[in-house]
């Protein structure tokens, strides 16, 4: 097998694995105290789609407590997906899809149900999910 074709397995190998379902549940995450956090800017707005390549704005997940979290749907390659980000994050499911497609890059996936969310050390996180 030459380089190139292994590594090419090794990157869908990597990609494969970032459908997986988790191995267990995860355990309820515990009450913290809120953290201080300085406050986020706002990204720009996106006044038109984004050119051919463009990288992704990060989604942001800091919180101070509870309520500044809720669950959205951030997408991947398999399409939706929902995370635990914060409320006045902006989310990017359609420049994820197409920078999937841009790439050739598709999965049949399952997601995490989540029901709620909390602030743990300052950052979003489910407070319950359960995979699919």
Request: with cysteine.
């Amino acid at each position: 097998m030459s380089p190139r074709a292994a590594i090419a397995v090794v990157l869908a190998a990597l990609l494969l694995a970032g459908c997986a379902q988790p191995a267990s549940t995860p355990s309820p995450v515990p009450e913290r105290a809120p953290t201080a956090l300085p406050e986020p800017l706002p990204p720009p707005p996106l006044e038109e789609a984004p050119a051919a390549g463009t990288v992704v704005p990060e989604v942001d997940t800091r919180c101070r407590v509870d309520a500044d979290c809720e669950v959205k749907d951030v997408g991947n390659c398999c399409g939706y997906y929902p995370a635990c980000v914060n409320k006045d994050s902006p989310t990017f499911p359609e420049l994820i899809a197409r920078q999937c497609a841009e790439q050739g890059l598709a999965g049949i996936c399952g997601y995490p149900e989540i029901r709620g969310c909390a602030c743990v050390e300052g950052r979003c996180v489910p407070s319950d999910a359960e995979s699919m």
